[in-house]
T-cell receptor, first 116, second 113 residues
Framework: GAVVSQHPSWVICKSGTSVKIECRSLDFQATTMFWYRQFPKQSLMLMATSNEGSKATYEQGVEKDKFLINHASLTLSTLTVTSAHPEDSSFYIC????????????FGPGTRLTVT | GNSVTQMEGPVTLSEEAFLTINCTYTATGYPSLFWYVQYPGEGLQLLLKATKADDKGSNKGFEATYRKETTSFHLEKGSVQVSDSAVYFCALRGGGSQGNLIFGKGTKLSVKP
């Protein structure tokens, strides 16, 4: 089946620094990728939708200058958390849509970000 | 707009017990319905899906039937195992195959030996 990877799986950074999270579709091409944030008590929040070669579409309330998304190729999207603060600590999950499989959506394993 | 409501957890069961996790939805048109499972420390995996009314999705002993008349997609398993302990998310996708997934809040299941 289709596989989506994320790197790193966990990261600790200091407040004020930036951290980049990569999302890759390993065996299919994904023109559309999604970034989610998972809060305590499970709730998943869609942050943004990225389309290869164009700007990401951010959900209401998500700061696009803080959460930079780049989808430069059909297999890679990156999320950069800029000037991170402790409140940005969370579990970030990416997802990729496979057009060849009736737009099935596959999820990465997630990245645990801790900002100290 | 479209939305998904699933039962609050956590749900704690003994091994071999019967499981039901309720899920109802609100949507215009004819959405596709999904159940995803998240094991501890991992991302989401598709458990099963149904794309039209009266379809039954099934996988790993779990099943759910798309009920348009009651706008429901309840997840069931006849005999749970400790390894089924996870968080379960009900989701819908409206707007055709290119629509976005909309998730319920998740239900944590713990199965005790």
């Amino acid at each position: 089946g289709a596989v989506v990877s994320q790197h790193p799986s966990w990261v600790i950074c200091k407040s004020g620094t930036s951290v980049k999270i990569e999302c890759r579709s390993l065996d299919f091409q994904a023109t559309t990728m999604f970034w989610y944030r998972q809060f305590p008590k499970q709730s998943l929040m869609l942050m943004a939708t990225s389309n290869e070669g164009s700007k990401a579409t951010y959900e209401q309330g998500v700061e696009k200058d803080k959460f930079l998304i780049n989808h430069a190729s059909l297999t890679l999207s990156t999320l950069t958390v800029t000037s991170a603060h402790p409140e940005d600590s969370s579990f970030y999950i990416c997802s990729a849509r496979d057009q060849a499989e009736y737009y099935e959506q596959y999820f990465g394993p997630g990245t645990r970000l801790t900002v100290t | 707009g479209n939305s998904v409501t699933q039962m609050e957890g956590p749900v704690t069961l003994s091994e071999e017990a019967f499981l039901t996790i309720n899920c109802t939805y609100t949507a215009t048109g004819y959405p596709s319905l999904f159940w995803y499972v998240q094991y501890p420390g991992e991302g989401l995996q598709l458990l099963l899906k149904a794309t039209k009314a009266d379809d039954k999705g099934s996988n790993k002993g779990f099943e759910a039937t798309y009920r348009k008349e009651t706008t429901s997609f309840h997840l069931e398993k006849g005999s749970v195992q400790v390894s089924d302990s996870a968080v379960y998310f009900c989701a819908l996708r409206g707007g055709g195959s290119q629509g976005n997934l909309i998730f319920g809040k998740g239900t944590k299941l713990s199965v005790k030996p």
